[in-house]
């Protein structure tokens, strides 16, 4: 279809190039926006870079990003956008161009014709050569002709926004879901919360009657959850819970006279446990009699793990399940195969798991180093030391356009022999003590390698079934909704896709009507 065109510069009061230099990286401070960061039209912050305020003013000097300016990447990777939200003082990095539409100019409008298929074929093609470029050059850059259809630009750039901003509240929604189960996971099997709670509500909460049961590190510890305890609204209720609780507990251990009768009964019957109903009893909270009745209320010393609740065992990520080291294949790009590799590009940053980040395989592969959704897979390089995946575990989650994946030679899985096992094994591969762990098994320079052994090898504490189950019960809906989240995200995303080329040519175009926001729900 035929569209009038005019050019990107001409459209811009502002096209500001990134400084030529490095910049001073620290700890904290201002925000430095990097080419990482900005991917699909989203800006990313959730691993961000900081300089100080003298190198900030010394980036800023030709122009100040602020709300509503939109930043293009030149290259690695190149044609990439993002806006500057409200409220973020920042700088750019480098390799990237700063852009201020004109205030008559839709910019949310000129941000999406950005990402269209017509302008992101200028942006990777050199016309002039024929041949695909690795980075636009800022003259490149101001010719760059946007379509314009000024009576519908507000309107097709809303619906696309509404669609981004669906997506967004998804991708944010999963991150909730995913940091809801690991603080179960750190409160239950790190801080050992309930173990601490039922110590606590034995001797009425009061720390004196404990002094000659804990040892220094404990009643740190201890003193940390009573605090927190009493920092909550219902902390009376709360107590009063546990404190029931616990009578209820002490009550069912068996007397001497009860142990000898027993020993009267059959085998059978004296191995058959008693399951107490703790919800009969009004004063104990449901969430108590479901998760503290399976807790100890006391701590035993282990050689390898140190203090762990009275009665858990302890063993190895190989007696739970079996570490497959993925194998080193040659692959071709074939847009019709059947089948791809889980590399390290199936990482996100920092861990979890990335569906852009196949890659297509054509070939033969070893059934072992197959992985299926639902599979919890580890990385054991990191290329770039950058990239902070290595040691990170992720879960694989399912792909409609590959009927196989086979992790590569970067990348193992983690296949437990019991179902039993796998939440609780993903949340303890998240953890601050394996990670340290993965780090001191590392070797290389340029790049880090995992020692084969590693993950294998690691020792943790082994809760008994039942608390496994009840875990595997509360964190199973969470994993089960963001993989809902992520299907509707892959149909959002294709309705964006198709929208985008034919709202920015023209071919389709919105009528001067309110836009309903909950058009994407």
């Known amino acids: 279809m035929d569209f009038n065109t005019e050019t990107l510069e001409s459209l811009c ?24 960061n900005i991917k699909n039209g989203v800006l990313d912050l959730s691993n961000p870079s900081f300089t100080n305020e003298e190198d900030y003013q010394k980036r800023v000097k030709r122009a100040i990003p602020r709300a509503g300016d939109i930043v293009i990447t030149r290259e690695a990777p190149m044609g990439e956008v993002c806006i500057i939200p409200e409220g973020l003082k920042c700088c750019l990095g480098q390799r990237q161009v700063l852009l201020r539409p004109r205030n008559e ?5 000129l941000f999406w014709a950005l990402q269209s298929p017509y302008v992101q074929h200028q942006i990777s093609w050199n016309e002039g050569t024929g041949t695909t470029v690795s980075n636009v050059r800022i003259p490149v850059l101001k010719a760059l002709m946007i379509p314009r259809f000024p009576k519908h630009e507000k309107q097709s750039a809303k619906i696309l926004s509404v669609l981004a901003s669906k997506l967004e509240v998804n991708q944010k929604t999963n991150r909730t879901l995913e940091q809801m189960a690991q603080a179960l996971f750190k409160s239950w099997f790190v801080d050992f919360d309930p ?121 190895q990520i190989q007696d739970l399940a079996k570490v497959v080291k993925g194998k080193s294949y040659k692959s071709a790009e074939l847009s019709d195969s059947s089948t791809a590799l889980v590399t390290l590009k199936s990482f996100k940053r920092g861990g979890g798991y990335r569906l852009d980040g196949l890659k297509a395989y054509t070939g033969k592969y070893k059934p072992e180093q197959e992985v299926f959704a639902g599979d919890l897979i580890v990385a054991y390089t990191d290329v770039t030391q950058a990239a902070d995946v290595i040691g990170k575990p992720a879960m694989v989650i399912s792909d409609t356009k590959y009927k196989h994946l086979v992790v590569s030679l970067d990348v193992a899985v983690v296949r437990c022999f019991d179902a039993i096992h796998k939440n609780y094994l993903y949340g303890v591969m998240k953890t601050d003590a394996f990670q340290n762990y993965s780090r001191s098994y590392t070797s290389g320079t340029t790049v880090l390698h995992l020692k084969k052994e590693a993950v294998p090898e690691y020792w943790l504490a082994l809760p008994d079934t039942v608390v496994l189950s009840a875990f595997l019960e509360v964190s199973t809906p969470l994993y089960e909704k963001i993989d809902r989240l992520i299907d509707e995200n892959r149909t959002l995303t294709k309705l964006r896709d198709t929208l985008l080329p034919k709202l920015i040519s023209g071919e389709l175009q919105i009528p001067d009507v309110a836009i309903d926001e909950e058009i994407a729900d």
């Open 13 to 36: 009061e502002l096209v500001v190039d990134c400084p030529h230099s490095t910049p001073k990286w620290t700890d904290s401070g201002i925000i430095v926006l990097r080419n990482q």
């Open 105 to 109: 100019i839709c910019g949310e409008y």
């Open 195 to 315: 173990v601490f709670d039922n110590l606590l509500a034995s001797a009425d909460f009061k720390l004196d009657n404990l002094e000659n049961r804990l040892p220094d590190e404990l009643k740190q510890k201890a003193q940390r959850r009573l605090a927190a305890l009493n920092s909550l609204e219902n902390v009376a209720q709360y107590k009063a819970s546990l404190i029931a609780l616990a009578h209820e507990l002490q009550a069912q251990l068996p007397t001497k006279e009860a142990t000898h009768a027993a020993g009267q009964v059959s085998e059978e019957a004296a191995e058959t446990p008693v399951k107490p109903s703790f919800n009969a009893n009004p004063n104990i909270l449901a969430q108590h009699a479901n998760t503290h009745a399976h807790f100890p209320n006391e701590f035993e010393h282990n050689e390898q793990l140190g203090w762990i609740p009275k009665g858990w065992g302890k063993a």
